[in-house]
């Protein structure tokens, strides 16, 4: 592994304005302000978005399937690493390890995430891939605008992108998204039952 290694941590999914039908991964240096932005398609968001978001499934996710199977063999997932940037695709290695061996194993950096959360594994990646695809969350409000997080649109927005998760059987990210919506209307009605309340306690002058 490249010993010049920069932790990232993971900020969460956005919908991604470049691809569509597909989100984006954004990830921050855990020490410093450099972000990079993944493009995921709908179902390794999904799965990315269960692990974030505590949401348990129905039915096991392929990364909860490959956990399971880490947990059944004893191998230990020690690092993930985001070691390479070329011709729009990033490329990770993942440390695996048990008793006996260590192994380094090539993977999509969505897999490798996923992976990541849900074994607490550390994600790293090097200088070089920060210089070439790093930004500042303060970039211009195109930026801002690309990397809203769900819990930022607005209902309607959320409505249209519940519907195109039906519409693809993503039901479990369909459920988060439902999830999301209810309680963006439980807080404009309980904000409108309190402007009313405040209407009618007014006296009148």
Do not use: W
């Amino acid at each position: 592994m490249n010993d010049n290694k920069i932790e990232m941590d993971v900020m969460g999914i956005t919908y991604s304005q470049i691809q569509q039908d597909a989100y984006a991964l954004l990830l921050k240096q855990h020490q410093g302000e450099l972000c990079i932005p993944i493009v995921v398609g709908v179902s390794e968001a999904q799965s990315i978005l269960s692990r974030l978001e505590n949401i348990i499934p129905p039915r096991p996710l392929t990364h909860d399937l490959m956990l399971s199977l880490f947990h059944a063999f004893g191998i230990s997932l020690d690092e993930v690493l985001i070691y390479k940037f070329s011709e729009g695709v990033f490329m990770s290695r993942l440390k695996l390890s048990n008793n006996e061996h260590n192994l380094e194993l090539d993977s999509r950096t969505s897999d490798a995430v996923a992976l990541a959360l849900r074994t607490n594994a550390p994600i790293y990646t090097t200088q070089e891939v920060l210089d070439k695809t790093g930004f500042t969350l303060k970039d211009d409000e195109k930026t801002k605008r690309a990397k809203r997080s769900i819990n930022d649109l607005s209902v309607e927005e959320l409505k249209k992108r519940l519907n195109r998760a039906v519409e693809l059987e993503k039901y479990e990210l369909a459920a988060s998204i439902q999830k999301t919506i209810n309680e963006k209307l439980a807080k404009q009605s309980k904000s409108s039952d309190e402007e009313n309340k405040t209407v009618q306690e007014t006296p009148e002058q």
